[in-house]
């Protein structure tokens, strides 16, 4: 058990910091080969920050447990939103009065929509992972036409990890630690969370909701934290509803070509319905532009720890 506990936090420590090295070098070697900054926002970055989820479920799939696979994309969906929003908000409220995401937020909804039909179609096989993974590269193109047709472009300062002063060295040696971490970091924490579950009788599926879920959030939940006390809602929100849209999509999308992923009954049942409410739940906050208050946080905050008390015993039984 404490040799299983050491390779979680090990693999967690390696998620973390390897995905930070990789958005850090891609992003400046993409910047150094002439990229424009808009788009790196919208493709490296973004793909840079799930590359933790990503690599949790790809070896999941080729470890043949697929429950976690699944279980870390809908609980991360529904963390991000309870958690990634909620305790930002408790430490320093979320203004959204003078940002305007209702466009996105849309996409995020759609796309919670079309994977929950997904996964009621499943297993999941390549069909299903080529359907999301298309319908995501719609989505890219058209944000990224319609950022360039506004000439909505981001200076290289409001870049997290452009650093203009990066030797070429620097940036190779980011992206190469950044690599080689992501895999060995979600092996161990795959391997790790297995192991516990199995000799708890704990379902792999609740080990991905619960503890692999909110390891793989940890990235978005510290740049949340930072953007709220800067009083940057633009970036939470748009950091937890552009994560929530690769993790259905994409990290799905990729996973269900390197093995088929089974969805569990309790999942059908609980879970997938629990991430939609979690998505509706911040609607008026988008729509009507309402704060996070400190107060907002608490109930968010408590629902998810209500909720993964319910999964507990539902799964379990």
Known sequence: MLIDLLKILAGLGLLVVAGDLLVKGAVNLALRLGIPALIVGLTVVAFGT???????????V???????????????????????????????????????????????LGASVLFI????????????????????AVILFRQGRQA????????????????????????ALFIAIGLVGLPF???????GASS????????????????????TSLPELATSVTAAVKGRADVA???????NIFNLLGIIGVAGFFGQLDVPGPMLRLDLWVMLGATLLIAPFILHRWPFTRLVGVGFTLIYATYVVVLMTAHAG
């Open 148 to 171: 360039l047709a506004h000439r909505a472009s981001r200076s290289e300062e409001e870049i997290e990890g452009v650093d203009v002063d990066m030797s070429l060295t620097k940036v």
């Open 196 to 215: 516990i579950a199995r000799a708890a009788g704990i379902p792999d599926t609740v080990i991905g909701l619960t503890l692999v879920a909110i390891g």
């Open 50 to 60: 799930s590359a933790p989820e990503m690599m949790v479920s790809v070896a999941a």
């Open 62 to 108: 080729l470890d043949h447990n697929p429950g976690i696979a699944l279980g870390n994309v809908v609980g991360s969906n529904t963390a991000n939103i309870l958690l990634v929003l909620g305790i930002p908000a408790i430490i320093s409220m979320i203004r959204t009065d003078a940002t305007d995401t209702r466009e996105s937020y849309f996409i995020m």
């Open 237 to 243: 929100l748009g950091n937890v509803i552009g994560s």
């Open 185 to 191: 970091g979600a092996d161990f924490l795959v391997d």
């Open 117 to 136: 039909l997904v996964c009621f179609m499943g297993p999941i096989r390549w069909p299903h992972a080529a359907l999301l993974l298309a319908t995501l």
